[in-house]
């Protein structure tokens, strides 16, 4: 292809280009406003994965439902009544603020008491006990009853506030203006505010009650409102006010008070519920003398949300510096650092703002995408500014120097950018929604830096004035690197079976730990050791029932179904079946299993409609313990509001109170006499009358009195209790196991458990199956491996034909992938090694390495069958190593340095993805040139033959 058209055309019109590009930059940037961060895997997840679809579908059944664990801890132990009096406090305090369901804690918890009238609902704590009896007392109910002794921790000195959230609550947009005036002029712009239009409320801080509605509703601290003279003002927005009218009224409004500092901002995004309580807490009165823990799902997801926009604000300023070192060192110029930085930041600038244009969150894929188009991106401008220097050694003119770059370079750069393009592309093979985007908006990127870097950049060097010292390369002192590469090329061409022999015992040594490399997901573990969230979260799964859940959905087609005592009793057994697991040398097993004993707990307990009707049948049979069990087939109820009396056949039934006469049964046509039992048929139970007493009892068949007993809770309590386990037509009931870890590879074994009860021991008119959002991490963990052997395989086979067209030869597009192959072998090697997981973060390494790492191969092979033109074999390779090899060192050590500022993450996934991309950038480049050779030196391939070179060195000369 001619690129001289093209070259000519930006060197006479250099400010139109430049002037588009900025155009184009504001346009594509402006959608960067519109960006958000999404940490919720399981909105990548398609609807059409089964795991996905079964979620959903339950989801409309029984509404998702986040939590949030607080865990109050104090030395003297939890059963003060100071502590219980905060408990009480802090759970109406919590429970009051918008988007919570509810909170479930010592003060708040039920219990279920039986009457002569059946059952009651009660409150464990009717009011704080004071006195160290009624403390005692209060102790020994909470800790006997199966509903309210999950709430106290094993250490005794613990108690945990369960809040239930209401569903997407962290993702529904909050409407506010946030107003910076100076302080003096606070008062004067409140007093305007409430009179204006469309105004719903004005909140300084000044009250304890707005301070706390700007912590606990907008996550705002108060106490940083005010400062330096200045005062912020956050405006509530009437509803039905239009937001864009609003500002325009408040920033005239503003301006016209506070024309110094005035200053109106308009926000509609979620805040997440975690960043809220985190600045509630602390307004609240704490009379406990140890830490609180806070973690569960929410506060997970809200914890990456704000670590995500933290290492943005982090990491991009970090690889910025780094990349900028590497181009001083290279160029020692300021043009040489602002030309290459300038076209990869515009780069980042057209990618994200065309993911703010797509609707595309940034997630924990995405997040990483600036700094790897940094990283990668500055190559391209590099051999545009390179080949412009060597132009300037040969003409005096710029425009023309300019010219012949882009003519010439502008082939190889567009080559290597397309294996990068296609390195990245083939994450868009991928069924997980992020790392789709992720792999898009990459290949996008490099595409946006590749065509920068043929226009922009000539664009600005026309306009600036050469640079004072432009020797092409070939003439500079070789230097001590060079010499250091060529010896190195040397050795490896003189000695090409040792050199083969090392890397393959290399190779080998590493390619033992390949199986020892895992698929695995752990929300936990991807903090920090040191991390709040993780010491709080390992503080919880260790004292309580365990942060993550796992849920079990049983239906049965049949209204009522399922609430036959055998489907209960298969529930029941499962539930005590999965917490009898335990964990010992990483293996969930069983009571069956000889070192149970040695195992810890894995799973903190279970809750379903099971753990309900249990306790409903003991308070209902006047709290006898021998009834906390599922009813049976028959249950006997004694009759309480008739007797009967027996003569000459006639049955007589009164009112056991008033001894009027309700009816007459004659015995053979309503009722038989059986061991001095007469048995009557009441429709769907059956009541038999003792003749010597006049007593009746009913048997009453178990579907039917657990229906009853339900009935009767629903009617004495809180029905959302029972509604958030069994749905209205009674034919579908949810099981909640809670579970003391994170581990999707334990998570696994507790599920196969599970699954393996359910099909021995579940009757077959019931169906059972698992969800939740650790089913969905499953789910997640199933398409990791999907995508990672699938783009993995495609990248290496679409480079591999990529090369093989270009080159025209199959040996060379088999030799040009070795090197990258061993270098993924070495990778994954080293993975295993050091028990690094494949996870969402370190699933993109290796199609990444593969577009990337490639380059150098090419580079290699480019230039040594150059030097074959005139040289034997070895000379060709240590011209080679002497020139192209001093490109290919600095050009990976630049890509590692870049990668490698993803290490100063605060998430050990971008910890372990900037290491291992560096090392791969490492690898690849360093089996380019000693492995490669010294197989190209043993096997003597054709198209290394003068006669296949003929061609390519005609076309040279």
């Not at 307004?283 to 997970?300: C, H, M, Q």
């Not at 868009?428 to 922009?456: H, N, P, Q």
């Not at 087609?557 to 489907?567: K, M, V």
């Not at 309700?662 to 309503?670: A, I, P, R, V």
Request: hydrophobic content about 45%; some cysteine; charged content about 20%.
């Amino acid at each position: 292809m001619n690129f001289r058209p093209i070259a000519r055309y930006i060197t006479q019109h250099p400010l139109f280009i430049i002037t588009a590009i900025m155009i184009l930059t504001l346009g594509l940037g402006s959608g960067m406003f519109r960006l958000q961060v999404d940490t919720d895997l399981t909105d990548d997840i398609p609807s059409t994965i089964p795991e996905k679809a079964f979620y959903d579908q339950v989801g409309t059944i029984f509404p998702s439902d986040d939590f949030l664990l607080i865990a109050l801890t104090n030395s003297k132990g939890i059963f003060t009544p100071e502590v219980l009096s905060q408990v009480k406090s802090w759970s109406d305090t919590i429970e009051a603020i918008p988007g919570v369901k509810s909170v479930l804690s010592l003060s708040s918890a039920s219990l279920i008491k039986g009457t002569e009238a059946g059952i009651q609902i009660e409150p464990a704590m009717q009011e704080v006990p004071v006195t160290p009896e009624a403390v005692e007392t209060f102790k020994t109910v909470i800790e006997t009853n199966d509903l309210t002794k999950t709430l106290i921790g094993k250490d005794g000195k613990s108690t945990a506030l369960i809040i239930t959230l209401k569903e997407n609550l962290d993702t529904t947009p909050v409407s506010r203006f946030i107003i910076q005036v100076s302080e003096d002029k606070a008062d004067s712009l409140t007093e305007a505010l409430a009179t204006t239009e469309g105004v719903a409320a004005v909140i300084r801080g000044a009250t304890a009650e707005e301070r706390f509605t700007l912590a606990s509703v907008y996550a705002l601290d108060p106490s940083v409102l005010a400062k330096k003279g200045r005062q912020t003002l956050l405006i509530v927005p009437a509803e039905g006010a239009e937001p864009k009218a609003l500002q325009t009224t408040l920033e005239s409004l503003v301006k016209e008070i506070d024309t110094k500092y005035g200053k109106v901002t308009y926000s509609n995004k979620g805040i997440p519920f975690y960043d809220r309580i985190i600045k509630t807490l602390p307004l609240l009165e704490n009379k406990t003398d140890g830490k609180t823990y806070i973690s569960g799902s929410r506060a997970v997801s809200g914890i990456v949300t704000r670590l995500l926009v933290q290492d943005l604000s982090l990491l991009f300023p970090i690889v910025i510096l780094i990349i900028t070192v590497i181009l001083y060192l290279s160029f020692r110029s300021l043009r040489g650092v602002l030309l290459p930085l300038g076209n990869v930041i515009i780069s980042v600038i057209w990618a994200m703002g065309l993911m703010g244009w797509l609707n595309q969150a940034i997630s924990n894929a995405t997040m990483v995408l600036p700094i790897i188009l940094i990283a990668v991106g500055t190559a391209y401008t590099i051999h545009v500014i390179n080949r412009y220097y060597e132009e300037l050694g040969k003409t005096s003119d710029k425009k023309t120097a300019i010219e012949e770059t882009i003519t010439h370079v502008a082939l190889p750069v567009f080559l290597a950018g397309a294996t990068t393009f296609i390195g990245f592309m083939s994450l868009t093979v991928s069924r997980i929604d992020a790392l789709r985007m992720f792999g898009i908006l990459s290949a996008l990127g490099i595409l946006f830096a590749l065509i920068l870097s043929l226009t922009l950049t000539p664009a600005i060097m026309v306009i600036l004035r050469p640079p004072k010292k432009a020797l092409p390369r070939l003439t500079e002192p070789k230097g001590r690197l060079a010499e250091t590469l060529g010896i190195l090329g040397s050795l490896v061409v003189q000695h090409p079976k040792t050199t083969v022999g090392i890397s393959l015992l290399l190779l080998a040594g590493l390619a033992v730990f390949v199986p020892r490399v895992k698929f695995e997901t752990n929300t936990i573990n991807s903090f920090k050791k040191s991390s709040e969230v993780r010491t709080a979260s390992e503080y919880l799964n260790e004292n309580f029932t365990g942060i993550t859940v796992m849920t079990i959905i049983a239906s049965t087609n049949e209204d009522g179904a399922i609430l036959e005592p055998a489907t209960l009793k298969a529930i029941d057994g499962l539930q005590t079946r999965l917490e009898q697991l335990r964990l010992y040398k990483g293996k969930v097993i069983g009571p069956e299993n000889s070192d149970w004993f040695k195992g810890t707990e894995i799973v903190g307990g279970s809750q379903s409609i099971v753990t309900f009707i249990k306790g409903i049948n003991k308070a209902f049979n006047n709290d006898n313990e021998a009834f906390n069990k599922v009813p049976d087939e028959e249950n006997p109820v004694s009759v309480s509001t008739e007797v009967y009396s027996y003569t000459k056949g006639t049955l007589t039934e009164k009112d056991s109170e008033t001894g009027e006469v309700l009816t007459t049964y004659n015995e053979g046509s309503d009722f038989t006499v059986v061991d001095g039992y007469a048995v009557l048929n009441m429709g769907d139970y059956t009541r038999k009358v003792d003749l010597s007493t006049g007593k009746a009892i009913d048997s009453i068949p178990g579907r039917i009195y657990v229906g009853q007993l339900v009935f009767q809770y629903e009617n004495s309590g809180k029905p959302e209790n029972i509604e958030a386990f069994l749905d209205n037509p009674r034919k579908t009931v949810k099981i909640n196991v809670f579970i003391k870890t994170a581990s999707s590879t334990l998570i696994g074994q507790i599920q196969k458990e599970a699954r393996t009860y359910i099909a021995h021991n579940f009757p077959k008119d019931v169906s059972a199956d698992i969800t939740g959002l650790s089913n969905l991490t499953l789910a997640v963990l199933r398409l990791l491996i999907e995508s990672q052997i699938s783009s993995v395989l495609s990248s290496l086979i679409i480079v591999f034909f990529f090369i093989t067209l270009l080159s025209r030869s199959f040996v060379e597009g088999f030799f040009s992938i070795i090197p990258l192959s061993a270098a993924l072998l070495f990778n994954f090697g080293f993975m295993g090694l050091f028990n690094i997981p494949i996870d969402i973060s370190t699933a993109t390494i290796a199609s990444i390495g593969i577009g990337v790492g490639i380059d150098y191969t090419l580079h290699f092979l480019e230039r040594l069958k150059s030097f074959l033109c005139n040289m034997e074999y070895n000379e060709a390779v240590k011209a080679t190593m002497e020139t192209t090899g001093k490109g290919i060192f600095f050009n990976a050590l630049a890509v590692a340095a870049g990668f490698a500022a993803l290490m100063f993450s605060q998430l050990r996934g971008n910890i372990f993805m900037g290491l291992l991309l560096s090392l791969i950038m490492i690898t690849s480049s360093t089996f380019a040139v000693t492995l490669l050779p010294a197989l190209l030196k043993l096997i003597k391939p054709q198209f290394l033959h003068k006669e296949a070179l003929k061609t390519a060195c005609e076309e040279n000369l």
